[in-house]
């Protein structure tokens, strides 16, 4: 079956500008998670959908905003970007809520310039 | 916060040596999972350890959880240099991973 597929995978954008990733997960699964990975702070948590309901979040700014379709697919966004925004952007998938390995895309690397 | 947090943050071998690697998490938790990620791309699920399970065993891994101390660690044996990347920790049902192990595998 096919893995997880984030879209695009790599993108260019202004500061200032706002972006919307795309997260589609493993059939079936409807749990997804969001983290941003830089070289500095490594790899946090942004936030996780389970079946429509975001049930965990992060600590980013309000700038950081996510959603999950009926199809379970979700999507992140980043409004007004900022240079330190440039980063790996990662999503996994889990079957359910707990105790089920996660599936991982293989990310969005965004740059803002 | 994370959840997981793994020590130490970057660990350099020689090919065929043993790599031991330990994580550390805050809350309770129904299984803990190890995962690996090759540079700039996403993670792999190595292995998963369920609460009442003390050690387990995967090809070269092998994993051991201490509930009673909230760690567990991950051992590879007989490394390669494939193995070189970096590891990750985490409680199934929150994974806030830490900043991971990087693990450098000499030939």
């Known amino acids: 079956k096919a893995g997880v597929t984030q879209t695009p995978r790599y993108l260019i954008k202004t500061r200032g500008q706002q972006v919307t990733l795309s997260c589609s997960p493993i059939s079936g699964h409807r749990s997804v998670s969001w983290y941003q990975q830089t070289p500095g702070q490594g790899l946090q948590f942004l936030f996780e959908y389970f079946s429509e309901t975001q049930r965990n979040k992060g600590n980013f700014p309000g700038r950081f905003s996510g959603r999950q379709f009926s199809n379970s697919r979700s999507e992140m966004n980043v409004s007004t970007l900022e240079l330190g925004d440039s980063a790996l952007y990662l999503c996994a998938s889990t079957r359910d809520a707990m105790n089920t390995e996660a599936f991982f895309g293989q990310g969005t690397r965004l740059t803002v310039v | ?107």
Not at chain 2, 38 to 45: E, F
Not at chain 2, 67 to 92: M, W
Request: aromatic content about 6%; glycine content about 8%.
């Open chain 2, 1 to 107: 916060s994370q959840q997981g947090e793994e020590d130490p943050q970057a660990l350099s071998i020689q090919e065929g040596e043993n790599a031991t690697m330990n994580c550390s998490y805050k809350t309770s938790i129904n299984n803990l999972q190890w995962y690996r990620q090759n540079s700039g791309r996403g993670l792999v699920h190595l292995i998963l350890i369920r609460s009442n399970e003390r050690e387990k065993h995967s090809g070269r891994l092998r994993v051991t959880l201490d509930t009673s101390k909230k760690s567990s660690s991950l051992l590879i044996t007989a490394s390669r240099a494939a193995d070189t990347a970096s590891y990750f920790c985490g409680p199934s049902n929150d994974m806030r991973f830490g900043a991971g192990t990087r693990l450098t595998v000499k030939p």
